[in-house]
């Protein structure tokens, strides 16, 4: 449809707009010396995270404007917390231009900043560095190597999980051309707790100004923001506002948002953009604002099941609802919570657990309305009534049979012979595919041809 392209397109504005206030942000991560005699810039490196009791390495380079050269400025190493590294060497003293190391040594796991300061006055009044405040690297220590690994792959492997989530449901819509049983307030709650999650996660993943604001507030904790984390906040929104799209397209049955939902998501979004604007104002950190901006994800995640749960329980059936996304969402939960702990294990960081509220939240409460649906699907509403199974859309009159019928239908003796029923390619894919549903008990047949086709 249009409107699912043109959903897609502003949506990858959005997430574009986001990575280039990231690089704008990034490329003031150095100090800058600005005279009439010349200018020079100072930028170190990002430093590799080690294992206890061995060495790291921090490489910083100076480069100028133009022709003028520099020498000895002599500034002093700094390390915030400490307990963490330790610098081989105190004192480094650089040239314009030019390329150097600092060598450290892992003492304990953890997270800890390394800074820079000048070591006389004399360099500070001749060749100050401005934003010197700014030069600042993070160095992230663990107690195992094998472990960081085995985060990494737990950390995609629920990417996949809850990724994949999305599809059973956005497969069934297209298998059924219907979205009725689909709740309409769980998808304007799902699109804007995810837009909330991508902005939360894109700022404390890529924009330095926000990290610094983070580690600030919490002092030695590790970011608990992975790379997954973002990929998946950003691929969720685009499968929520395709699936948005897909009600616009096929047969809703009178379905709409609610007059509570609306209210609720109009009072979400005026906090949002009041807290924006104050922002703006300096009257609140970008952090303390992405922060307000995941209680709306938290807030979401709470609520946006229950009208679901609420649906299936007044139709005393989960048809329309698919139960495919439930599974993976559990397994993503768990595998969510699972990496935190992991990760705050391998870096003696429990605090930060605490800093990403959102991500302990999102899997937390995900859990626990996924195990109410599992017991409404398999216990409670194993067998709904068949009023709620599927029926063709459209002309209800035609004695013709409809594309997912038996196709293999006997004609009485003496009776003329029935014209085979001919499906399209997409057609036939979904048909296929809901017979490998069956199977795997992922959707229950709801009517005679369900179960012809899926033995």
Known sequence: CKLMMEGSLLFCIFVFLSLC???VWSENDCGVHKAKDGQFKLCPKEVKSVVVGRNTSLYIYTSHYDNTTYDNISLSVI???????EPITDIITLSVPGNYTLMFHAI????????????????YETKPITRLHRVVRDVSIM?????????????????????????????????????????????AFNITGFVAYSAFNIGLYWIPEIQREYYDKYPGSVNQVQLNDVIFAIHAAAATLFTICQCFCFERGGQRISIVAIIILIVLWVFVFISLFV???????WLEFL????????????????????????????????????LLDFTGGTLSILQMFLVSYNYDDWKSIFGDPTKFGLG???????????IQHYILYRNPPATHGYVKIGNTTSPSPTPFENSEQKPLLGDPPVSPVHLSLSENIALQFGKILIKLGLKKPTFESDFNNST
């Open 108 to 123: 304990g796991a953890g997270r800890d900043e390394i800074r820079f300061n000048y070591t006389n006055n004399e360099d």
């Open 21 to 23: 206030v990231s690089r």
């Open 364 to 374: 937390a409460f995900s859990i626990c309305f996924d195990i109410l649906f599992m």
């Open 279 to 285: 922002s703006v104002g300096n009257k609140l950190s």
């Open 291 to 326: 922060y307000f901006f995941s209680y709306v994800k938290l807030a979401v995640t709470l609520i946006k099941y229950v009208p679901q749960a609420f649906m299936n329980f007044r139709r005393k059936s989960t048809v329309g609802w698919s139960i495919g996304n439930v």
């Open 143 to 187: 107690h195992s190597e094998p472990l960081n690994i085995i985060i990494a792959i737990i950390g995609w492997i629920y990417f996949v999980a809850w990724s994949i989530s999305f599809y059973p449901q956005i497969i069934l819509n297209f298998y059924r051309r219907s979205v009725v049983g689909l709740n309409f307030d769980f998808l």
């Open 79 to 85: 390390m915030r917390r400490g307990g963490v590294v």
